[in-house]
């Protein structure tokens, strides 16, 4: 027979487990007992008219057992149900602290009510949990928002005079002579000037993005293109590139411009992880009502402990990064209602996978997203 271990504050105490029809039966069992002995006895001794009061009180015992039956299940049963009924009642107009009596029982239906306290305890901390990740994200989008804000107006004040500290050493060069070991300064000076532009541009992008201009396009087409440019790029150097086109892949609403910016991004950063030789590969194809652009390299990949950063604003492995690549491509990727997915293994390269939904989902006349 099993045993129900309840621990205290002192010893542990051992308790019988019964079931609980067995509970319910025994007392129907006892009286029906009680009678029967009853109406035997009164039988073998009784002789005469007497017999009719035998009969009496065996009719009697009848209704009492109906009677036991009838009190005992209204304990037993029908009890914890109307209260577990009011407590999930309770339960689902958002009381997080109700519990049921009824987990005390040693039973079936004891351990119905210890489980359902169980559960309410794991959704009260759960929503605990989700406050209180609601409550920092809050926080922090809040915080991006005024960083935002900044960003946007100190990369206005810095263009403007970059602007004309680029037209001066382009003057500058232009009148140096041929033979000028200036020249050389002056053509570093440009090149950095070139750099803190695209910083700064791509800072711009970050704080006041450019919503997605979408329409159907061929997105072969537009990965095809990104390719291109990334192999002449790489065209001086040992590196292997492979395209695989997807067949039968339908028109994909895209903004052909930030998915190339994309997808060039994601080219430029295999081939930068690459030291001397290796491949690139990109290949597209179509799962579970998507589009998937896929990126990958064999490069020295990502540690782990980068991995859940890379996303994040101004966070780079790289000497000459900003930073802020993969941050603007997943922005691009979720405003196209699609995600980025990221699996590297160190010394062996890394696999972006870009999935683009195959159907967006339209307007319906009540307001509704409907997708037909």
């Given amino acids: 027979m099993p045993v129900l271990r309840v621990r205290g504050q002192g010893s542990a105490v051992s308790l019988p487990r019964i079931n609980w029809r067995l509970k319910a039966i025994l007392p129907v ?70 519990q049921v009596g009824f987990a005390r029982r040693n039973d079936e239906i004891g ?33 991006f928002a005024t960083l935002g804000e900044l960003a946007a107006g100190l990369a206005h004040e810095i263009r403007n005079p970059l602007a004309g500290i680029a037209g001066v050493m382009n003057i500058v ?79 994909v609403e895209h903004d052909v411009g930030q998915i190339q910016q994309v997808v060039l991004n994601l080219l430029l950063n295999a081939i930068q992880a690459i030291e001397r030789e290796g491949k690139v590969g990109l290949r597209l194809g179509q799962q579970n009502g998507h589009a998937t652009i896929t990126v990958s390299d064999t490069g020295r990949g990502i540690p782990p402990e980068h991995l859940p ?26 405003e196209h209602g699609g995600r980025v997915e990221v699996e590297s293994t160190p010394g062996q390269g890394a696999r972006f996978i870009l999935r683009l939904p195959l159907r967006r989902p339209e307007a319906g006349r009540d307001g509704t997203s409907v997708v037909e």
């Fill in 29 to 98: 069992v006892g009286v029906l007992c009680a009678g029967l002995l009853g109406f035997v006895w009164a039988t073998v001794s009784v002789q005469g008219p007497e017999r009719a009061t035998v009969r009496l009180v065996a009719t009697f015992g009848a209704f009492v057992i109906c009677a036991v039956i009838l009190v005992v299940l209204a304990v037993l049963v029908e009890h914890p149900l109307v209260e577990l009924q009011e407590k999930i009642a309770r339960l689902r107009q958002g009381d997080m602290s109700v």
């Fill in 111 to 143: 351990d119905l009510g210890r489980n359902f306290n169980e559960m309410v305890r794991q959704l009260r901390e759960s929503r605990e949990e989700i406050q209180r990740l609601y409550r920092t994200q809050m926080s922090r989008a809040e915080h």
């Fill in 173 to 251: 060069a232009r009148d140096l002579p041929a033979s000028s070991a200036a020249r050389d300064v002056v053509g570093d000076v440009q090149q950095e000037i070139q750099h803190i532009n695209r910083i700064v541009s791509d800072l711009l992008s970050l704080a006041r993005p450019k919503p997605p201009e979408l329409r159907p396009a061929d997105l072969n087409a537009t990965a095809e293109h990104a390719f291109t440019l990334a192999r002449q790029q790489a065209s001086a150097r040992e590196i292997d590139f492979d395209l695989v086109r997807a067949e039968g892949l339908p028109l």
């Fill in 309 to 334: 950063n890379i996303f994040r604003p101004f966070y780079t492995t790289k000497r000459q990064g900003t930073g802020l690549g993969l941050s603007l491509a997943r922005r691009i990727v979720e």
